[in-house]
């Protein structure tokens, strides 16, 4: 039987890291599954979860001997390949190694050239291109000639023709959720990306893929168009969640779920008058400028509890300069209208981008103070390879190559180029937005108190405290 391995790495000694389920191999299992005509055993590791990462790998591959060994990386997971690309084929040579993931998608001509023994990075959306390699592997054809690929020739990166997107998105089967043990996800003390939670049982899912905007900083993976899953079919996997995981939660992490309103009515509509009594939380995906008071009425009658609304920077002239163009008012008069109607609402905001002025960061900063917001996350600006903001960052420090090399795990872009003690500048941010006035509000305000209060206790001062003495 054809054996395929997916490894999720875990992040090095003293990153603070989210656990979420690793939906992207759950969507390339379950496509693998439903179109591959071969009989496939797929296994899944996720080294986020493992006391002694290294240990349990090693193991792994050796009991299981992958055909295909696929790795699923950010840019910060870069180092995992550094440490294991040679060791997992020393543990099993007849393995190919594909990586894939935003990591992968966007520096994978430095990793290429650096791990010589991957054979190939899938660039972009996973699904029909990882399909294909596997296929060229069966058939015992070149894998090289896949489309969507990047692969090292021996003498320099080579990089394929894109694969086409997957314009109809129901055509994808619903994740394979049995590839994972869930109840390992909804720890007590586990970090996640939502921060709060309403459930006890909860599940990121996926409605759209894509998003038409252009902003400098964002990702280009699933392309700029918006694509989407019918309300019907993503209702209908909601469904299926409760009914058979007994899930009650559900974080909807669309790049831009309200990017067709009268779509996101119905979906919303179909909830509503659905026999299922269920939580909803974006932490991600919603316009917020383009949200209209009825909307937001929709939401909370659906079951929304939670909103994250990105305004990133507080400055006008930062907000055409990245190509965002958020309606910075309109923005705001959504977070009040959902804070008035009883909606958690937290507000993400980022400093430090290339050409900006010490008084436009002050400007964001003083913004999120002057809301009502229950939560407020600071993220200082990383210029990420292959994006318009890094060639926006190249055109004004031309001769600054420091920041190149895994600068966020020690100081940030901005502190480099600059001299600003940006990282101080952010934990002082976060020091003048929790204040105990806002501590108590947002105790009141959130569900699951003791929950809530607990993981604020425990993550709190391992967010802050290195900021503060200049240790991340």
């Not at 894939?100 to 290429?112: F, K, N």
């Not at 008058?273 to 659906?302: H, Y």
Request: hydrophobic share 40%; aromatic share 12%.
């Amino acid at each position: 039987m054809f054996k395929i391995l997916f490894i999720k790495p875990h992040a090095r000694r003293g990153i603070l890291q989210a656990i979420e389920v690793p939906l992207a191999f759950l969507y390339l299992s379950a496509y693998l599954k439903t179109y591959l005509k071969t009989d496939i055993a797929i296994d899944l590791i996720d080294l986020r979860l493992e006391k002694n990462p290294c240990q349990a790998l090693s193991q792994k591959i050796a009991l299981f001997q992958p055909d295909v060994t696929g790795v699923s990386i950010l840019s910060q997971d870069k180092y995992f390949l550094t440490d294991w690309a040679v060791t997992i084929k020393k543990l099993w040579p007849e393995t190919k190694l594909v990586i894939g993931g935003p990591g992968a998608t966007y520096d994978y001509d430095e990793i290429l050239c650096n791990e010589q023994t991957i054979d190939c990075a899938v660039i972009g959306e996973g699904e029909k291109t990882f399909f294909n390699i596997v296929t060229a592997i069966i058939e015992k054809n070149d894998i090289f000639c896949v489309d969507g690929i990047a692969y090292f020739n021996g003498e320099g990166v080579v990089k394929n023709k894109p694969e086409p997107f997957i314009e109809d998105l129901d055509e994808l089967p619903v994740p394979d959720y049995p590839l994972v043990e869930l109840n390992r996800y909804m720890r007590f003390f586990q970090l996640t990306h939502n921060i709060v939670l309403a459930e006890k049982r909860y599940l990121p899912v996926i409605s759209s893929r894509g998003c038409p905007y252009g902003c400098f900083f964002c990702h280009n993976i699933f392309g700029k168009k918006a694509r989407r899953r019918s309300p019907a079919h993503f209702v209908a996997e909601m469904q299926m969640l409760y009914d058979r995981y007994d899930i009650r939660e559900f974080h909807i992490t669309d790049d831009y779920f309200n990017s067709d309103r009268q779509r996101m009515h119905e979906i919303l509509k179909l909830l509503i008058k659905s026999p299922m009594k269920v939580k909803l939380s974006f932490p991600n995906g919603l316009r917020s400028d383009v949200l209209t008071r009825e909307d937001i009425v929709l939401l909370k009658k659906a079951g929304t509890y939670k909103l994250v609304v990105a305004i990133d920077s507080a400055s006008p002239r930062i907000q055409k300069v990245i190509n965002k163009n958020l309606d910075i008012q309109k923005a705001l008069r959504s977070i009040e209208y959902a804070k008035e109607i009883g909606i958690f609402v937290r507000g993400n905001f980022m400093i430090g981008f290339p050409g900006e002025s010490v008084e436009e960061i002050e400007q964001t900063i003083r913004c999120a103070l002057e809301t009502t917001l229950d939560m407020a996350s600071f993220i200082t600006v990383v210029p990420f390879k292959n994006t318009k903001l890094r060639s926006l960052a190249d055109d004004l420090y031309p001769d600054f190559s420091g920041y190149r090399e895994n600068v966020w795990e020690k100081s940030c872009f901005y502190q480099s180029v600059t001299g600003y003690p940006l990282k101080r500048t952010q934990a002082i941010a976060y020091l003048r937005f929790y204040l105990p006035f806002r501590i108590i509000k947002t105790f009141l305000n959130m569900p699951r108190k003791v929950y809530g209060i607990t993981r604020w206790l425990i993550w709190g001062p391992q967010i802050l405290l290195p900021h503060m003495f200049g240790r991340r």
